[in-house]
């Protein structure tokens, strides 16, 4: 049987905790289904070094190898794709939202990757097998969507691949997680563990710093189905909390209450907790007294900015009021609640900031996340960032630096980078302190204490490196 490694490299950032990657998972158990051995090598999952994972994969001897890689990822898997080139002699694959946001580029700017796919791609890799390893199936290079690959010198990008429908979706088998959990029936009974799904794929809104690897059509599964894997979560690792990973889970709408309905029906609401995305402009309040009963104990919320122009600027579609009315509702049903927001947006100002800054303290969530704005390519704010529009100066284009801990590729030409770094530290401190949250404030830098030293090191280098090149 013809062997895939599909690999996730080491972390290039802290990670604040470790969960199975579900792009490569569903990859996995689709050729599986289809034929193929398609094991999974995930180096932050279980905490390899870049030698332990060529290690591993070296053993495995796989006919061909599948990178996945974000944006700041892309030069660390093709150092190590080049790493596994050279030692087993087979072709590199690479996949993730990088090759798919850039698609010519990156196979051009990185020669050691053979092919790219770009999109969702299970039935590209299929029909790229099929064509490595079986002449007799009549495929060839050219006619496969959503394949980039090399034809001479030249980068040869195919037609994209259209979305897989409902219907295809509704018929995959369950993600592959058997590579992350083994076949242990109590391998997620610990306390802190939980099972990862989508209940949908797609996301609808427009979000100018969202580069949507899943389109924006919504492609939803059945609440059958979506109950039919929590039974299978339960019964094949001892899963009992879930974690829907979808863009926006908890939508306002009849199939969001099916969802719901049937969890309580079927008693899964008793037997699981779970948690998962929602809007402020989707919270009601019947609408997350259901979730509560179903079992929901945890949400998470998209702010962005405390500026409703700003709102309206980047596309998010939702007012500071909704915000607001959507903290009091979900925290009156005493669900957990975390909140996202980003310093840094187009035409953003010293007032802006301070409003989101002061509505980040304000809400007083369990818990927040600011960001600085990071130009991902594929997202408006990368086109408007190389035109030096929105007040932007594009500061960097090593891929490296395109990260969310430390990384340095975007400034406002009104606004200091330093000055939103103070404003992200003063969002923080001002939760917990102006909030009296002084032992929560010790738990979060104790729960993150591996990510801040990673930070601290890599300003630490940072700083070192530009004293000496002074």
């Excluded at 050691?112 to 590209?124: L, M, P």
């Excluded at 609401?269 to 948690?275: M, T």
Aim: charged residues 25%; glycine residues 8%.
């Amino acid at each position: 049987m013809i062997k895939i490694a599909l690999i996730k490299p080491p972390q290039t950032y802290a990670n604040w905790y470790r969960r199975p990657v579900l792009g490569i998972s569903s990859i996995s158990s689709f050729l599986e289904k289809n034929g193929f051995n398609a094991t999974i090598f995930d180096a932050v999952f279980n905490g390899w070094s870049e030698k332990d994972l060529v290690d591993h994969i070296a053993n495995y001897k796989p006919d061909i190898i599948g990178i996945t890689a974000m944006t700041h990822e892309i030069t660390q898997a093709a150092h190590l794709a080049a790493e596994l080139k050279n030692l087993l002699k087979v072709p590199a694959v690479v996949g993730g939202s990088h090759v798919t946001a850039l698609p010519e580029r990156t196979l051009y700017e990185f020669p050691v990757f053979d092919y790219g796919i770009r999109g969702e791609g299970e039935k590209s890799s299929l029909e790229l097998l099929r064509f490595l390893f079986d002449r007799g199936s009549g495929s060839d290079c050219g006619s496969i969507n959503g394949l980039v690959f090399r034809a001479m010198k030249n980068v040869v990008v195919n037609k994209p691949r259209p979305w897989l429908t409902k219907e295809e979706l509704e018929d995959f088998p369950f993600p592959a997680f058997h590579y992350y959990y083994g076949n242990d029936a109590k391998a997620l009974s610990g306390r802190n563990s939980y099972y990862v799904m989508f209940s949908a794929r797609g996301c609808p809104y427009h979000c100018a710093f969202c580069m949507q690897v899943l389109g924006r059509q919504i492609r939803p599964f059945s609440a059958a189905r979506i109950c039919r894997e929590i039974e299978y979560a339960i019964s094949r690792y001892g899963a009992h909390t879930i974690d829907f990973a979808d863009e926006i889970f908890l939508f306002d709408g009849g199939r969001t209450r099916e969802i719901l309905n049937l969890m309580i029906e079927t008693g899964l609401s008793k037997r699981i907790r779970w948690s998962g995305l929602t809007r402020a402009n989707m919270v009601s309040r019947d609408i997350i007294a259901l979730a509560k009963q179903a079992g929901c104990y945890r949400l998470e919320m998209g702010v962005e900015s405390g500026d409703n122009e700003i709102l309206k600027m980047i596309g998010k579609n939702i007012t500071v009021e909704q915000v607001k009315n959507a903290v009091k509702i979900i925290k009156e049903n005493e669900i957990s609640l975390g909140t996202y927001f980003i310093l840094g947006h187009p035409n953003e100002t010293r007032e802006t900031l301070r409003k989101t800054v002061n509505l980040a303290i304000d809400c007083n969530t369990d818990t927040i996340a600011v960001g600085i704005m990071v130009p991902y390519p594929g997202t408006a704010i990368f086109d408007m960032a190389k035109r030096g529009e929105g007040g932007y100066r594009l500061l960097s284009e090593k891929w490296s630096d395109y990260d969310k801990y430390g990384g340095k590729a975007l400034e406002l030409k009104n606004i200091p980078y330093k000055e939103l770094v103070k404003n992200q530290q003063r969002a923080y401190t001002g939760l917990y302190l102006r909030n009296f949250r002084v032992i929560d404030l010790l738990l979060f830098i104790w729960q993150r204490k591996q990510g801040l030293l990673y930070f601290i090191k890599k300003k630490f280098r940072t700083f070192g490196l530009s004293k000496s090149s002074g």
